[in-house]
Every structure is written in structure tokens, then in C-alpha cells.
């Protein structure tokens, strides 16, 4: 089993549509959570990072459950410039740092 | 630089030559990731620096796989012997290596490895 599992998509959504994106890691122990956007043929960067309590960033929200041990990302409002791949990434102890292996949003017009 | 450097960005060699790729890590990064990322595929972790401490080789797929971090800093990411398998970017990340496990990772443009 993946250390983080994503669904790979492809998600295909119109402009202003809502989407969400989930996560699963298998290292209960894991420390801190991320979310990482790369584009096409792009170095990743980061998104934002996932709280406890959940955490929001204009049309972004980022969830953390712990018990089930996943992480989730929601995006309102889809623009075209959304498009691009998100990874879900854990810290795990220390600075090992796992990244998902993306999901692929294409946000049409 | 004001950011994390790699060289070279592009390389194209033959089955069973060595090579070797290069990090520059933002200055005052404590912590040093390389990743493998094969094409439409997710980052792989290979090895993770930090500071002194001895370096976390455990996604390092295979022997002929080898890193070295100098003074603290630049980074030198070596296969031997390649085969066709190991063509993919090589993505190079710093962070500030404190607090909370390190923060944000800063990556670089990659080097993008062709094995003939």
C-alpha cells in the first residue's frame, strides 16, 4: 500500500463549478499535511498547508481527519487558471516528506 | 540565487554511463530533498538532508543510487550504470529544516535524465 493515495482523475469541471479532492495516508503518525499544485512540466508549490482545524484561503479549503486519516481540498468557483495537478503531501517523522501522486483537474471553459 | 539551482537541466546519455546532477539549495536551508518524477507519474522520494544528521537513504531505489551533501549546501545526486528505467526529472527541494518539520519545500526546476 501507498504511503498517500489520491485519486488520479482526470476531474473535467465547467468554470464556476465546486470540486473536492481527497487523500489517504497510512502512517498514523504522521506529523504534518499539505497540499502542493504543479503544472504542466512545472516544479510543484505549495498551496497551503492542512490544520486540524481546517483551514481556508480564499476559494480554497483544506480538511485533516485524523481518525480516518485523510486529507481533502476543496475548490469553489473553478477558474480556467485552476487547472493543473494537486498533490496531497505528508510529513511523516522528521522531514521525510511523501507526496501523492496528484490529481489532475481540467477546469473548461 | 534566490533560488534552488540544478544543473544540468537537461541530460541525454548512454545505458551503463554515469551521471551526475547538482543542487544549490536556497541559502540558510538546513533540509535538502531529492525526488524522482518518471513522466505522468507522481514525485518518488529518493533521500532527505538535514543539517548534520546522517541523510534519510531510504527511498533510494537501488546501489548503483548514491548523494552527497558538502558543507552543509550543494548537493550531488550520482546513478551509476545507468539503464533505460532511471529516465525521468530529478527534482531537487530545500526548507528551512526548522520547526514543525521543516515547512515548505522550495523546489527546483529539475534535471530531466534521458538514458539511451
Known amino acids: 500500500r501507498k504511503e498517500v493515495e489520491q485519486d488520479p482523475g482526470p476531474f473535467n469541471v465547467p468554470e464556476g463549478a465546486t470540486v473536492a479532492f481527497n487523500c489517504t495516508y497510512s502512517n498514523s503518525a504522521s506529523q504534518s499535511f499539505f497540499w502542493y499544485r504543479q503544472d504542466c512540466r512545472k516544479e510543484p508549490k505549495l498551496l497551503m498547508s492542512?490544520?486540524?482545524s481546517g483551514n481556508e484561503d480564499g476559494r480554497f479549503t483544506a480538511q485533516l481527519n485524523r481518525a480516518s486519516q485523510y486529507i481533502s481540498l476543496l475548490i469553489r468557483d473553478s477558474k480556467l487558471s485552476d487547472s493543473a495537478t494537486y498533490l496531497c503531501?505528508?510529513?511523516?517523522?522528521?522531514?521525510?516528506?511523501?507526496f501523492g501522486a496528484g490529481t489532475r483537474l481540467f477546469v473548461k471553459a | 540565487g534566490a533560488g534552488v539551482s540544478q544543473s544540468p537541466s537537461n541530460k541525454v546519455t548512454e545505458k551503463g554511463k554515469d551521471v551526475e546532477l547538482r543542487c544549490d539549495p536556497i541559502?540558510?536551508?538546513?533540509?535538502l530533498y531529492w525526488y524522482r518524477q518518471s513522466l505522468g507519474q507522481g514525485l518518488e522520494f529518493l533521500i532527505y538532508?538535514?543539517?548534520?544528521?546522517?541523510?534519510?537513504k531510504s527511498g533510494l531505489p537501488s546501489d548503483r543510487f548514491s548523494a552527497e551533501r558538502t558543507g552543509g549546501s550543494v548537493s550531488t545526486l550520482t546513478i551509476q550504470r545507468t539503464q533505460q528505467e532511471d529516465s525521468a526529472v530529478y527534482l531537487c527541494?530545500?526548507?528551512?529544516?526548522?520547526?514543525?518539520?521543516?515547512?515548505?519545500?522550495?523546489f527546483g526546476e529539475g534535471s530531466r535524465l534521458t538514458v539511451l
Open positions: 503531501v505528508v510529513k511523516t517523522g522528521g522531514f521525510k516528506t511523501i
Open positions: 527541494a530545500s526548507s528551512l529544516g526548522s520547526g514543525g518539520g521543516g515547512g515548505e519545500l522550495f
Open positions: 538532508f538535514q543539517g548534520n544528521s546522517a541523510p534519510d
Open positions: 541559502s540558510g536551508h538546513t533540509a
Open positions: 492542512v490544520y486540524s
